[in-house]
Structure formats: structure tokens, C-alpha cells
């Protein structure tokens, strides 16, 4: 298990006219993933973009592409998402009606298999399904935008399937209105990787390496006393 917490900046809050830019900037700032937001305006109330989208950034860096579905259904297209680069896939519990094949099926195409919960979704979905994971990614915001609220019942959760998982190589992953401020409380219940938006993607370029830094920086003191602690 990595000591250091993973940074994944979301795309989303990326100037989109410049996105092959804004992908190399953010990586020589620092982000150790890219996160990918995929919403098709049914599960969530917006529309963002697809596989050719995708496609057309990955020359632009080697670092893991993390794709987050938000999509139902997801699994007729999880092929599209694996061929044009994505390392790993994340479907949403609430989207998939057969979740256990979905994860089989992400793993079958050579990507890591990723489950997401909104809010309101309890943890005890992923029970019987937890050796087909490499990866729980707990929303912390309603999915679907940019720049909400932290929700704050999300710690506890964190607490919960950090639990749940015991010694299985599993990262737990939290998306949505993190900061500097919200990034310890997530640290020290035991995330691993942090998806920010616009805590990444503000004031300018120029900015980018000091937003990543200021999260890794508040985030890593708990994140290692909670590694202390397990
Ligand atoms: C929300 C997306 C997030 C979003 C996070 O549906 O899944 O990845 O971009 O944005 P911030 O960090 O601004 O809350
Ligand atoms: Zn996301």
C-alpha cells in the first residue's frame, strides 16, 4: 500500500477548449492520476463526454487514466472505455442491475475494477463483491457537478468499508468537494486517493502545482497516522 496519498485532478473543471494542454499541465504539477467524469444526462443531470474525447488526450501522458461511469447502463459500454485507454473503470452500485458481472467483466478487459456509491447508498452493497474490486470510490457530493459541498456523513463511510475491505489490496478513492480543508478528514478515517476538481483548476496554470501540493500536503500526516493506526 502506498504511503503517499494519490492526487487524481477531475478533467471536469479543465478549461475543455485546451483539454490536451490542461492534462499536460496538471500532470507536470504533479497529479499522480487523471480522473475522468462520464455523464450521459439520465444518471446524472448533466452530459459531459465519451470514449473519443478519451481517446484524443491519452498521447498526452503515461499516468493511470481513472474513469468514473456515471452512466446507466454502464456495461454495454465498458469495452469503448477500456480500448481507448482507461486503466481503470468505476461503475456506480446504483446504475448496474448486475454489478458482480460488471466488475468481471471490467477486470476481463484488462482494466482495474472500480465501484462507486453516491451518499445516500450504504456500504453493504460491495459486501459480496469484494474480491472483484480493486477499488471503492465514495462520493462525497451528489454526482453530476463540479464545486458542491462537501458531505460530511462520507467519513464515517470511509471508516466503515476501510473495515470492510481488511487486508484485501483495495484503495478507497472519495470524489467531491475536496479541499484542503476536507482532504485530512478523509485521510484520517483512511482514504487513498483524492479526486479534485476545482481545488486543482483555479487561479490560472501557474496555480496547478500549488493546489496539488497544498491537498497532498494536508492529506498525507493522516493518511500516514491512519496506515499507523491499521
Ligand atoms: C462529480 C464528479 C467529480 C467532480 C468533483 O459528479 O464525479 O469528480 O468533478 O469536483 P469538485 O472537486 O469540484 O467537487
Ligand atoms: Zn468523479
Request: hydrophobic share 45%; with cysteine.
Amino acid at each position: 500500500m502506498s504511503q503517499k496519498t494519490i492526487i487524481a485532478p477531475s478533467v471536469l473543471s479543465a478549461d475543455f477548449a485546451r483539454l490536451g494542454e490542461e492534462v499536460e499541465a496538471v500532470c507536470k504539477a504533479g497529479a499522480d492520476w487523471i480522473h475522468l467524469d462520464v455523464m450521459d444526462g439520465h444518471f446524472v443531470p448533466n452530459i459531459t463526454f465519451g470514449p473519443p474525447v478519451i481517446k484524443a488526450i491519452r498521447d498526452r501522458t503515461d499516468k493511470v487514466f481513472d474513469c468514473h461511469l456515471m452512466i446507466e447502463p454502464a456495461e454495454r459500454y465498458l469495452g469503448a472505455f477500456a480500448v481507448v485507454g482507461c486503466n481503470i473503470i468505476t461503475v456506480h452500485a446504483e446504475a448496474t442491475t448486475h454489478l458482480d458481472r460488471s466488475l468481471q467483466a471490467i477486470r476481463d478487459l484488462g482494466c482495474k475494477a472500480g465501484v462507486s456509491l453516491n451518499p445516500s447508498t450504504p456500504e453493504t452493497v460491495i459486501e459480496y463483491v469484494l474480491d472483484r474490486l480493486d477499488l471503492v470510490l465514495l462520493m462525497s457530493v451528489n454526482p453530476g457537478f463540479g464545486g458542491q459541498d462537501f458531505i460530511p456523513s462520507v467519513i464515517d463511510k470511509v471508516a466503515r468499508v476501510r473495515a470492510m475491505i481488511g487486508v484485501r489490496p483495495i484503495l478507497i478513492e472519495i470524489d467531491g468537494g475536496v479541499t484542503p480543508e476536507t482532504a485530512p478528514l478523509v485521510a484520517r478515517a483512511g482514504a487513498d486517493v483524492l479526486v479534485a476538481g476545482s481545488a486543482v483548476f483555479k487561479d490560472g496554470r501557474e496555480a496547478y502545482a500549488g493546489n496539488i501540493s497544498a491537498l497532498r500536503t494536508a492529506a498525507d500526516e493522516p493518511r500516514l497516522a491512519a496506515l499507523g493506526s491499521r
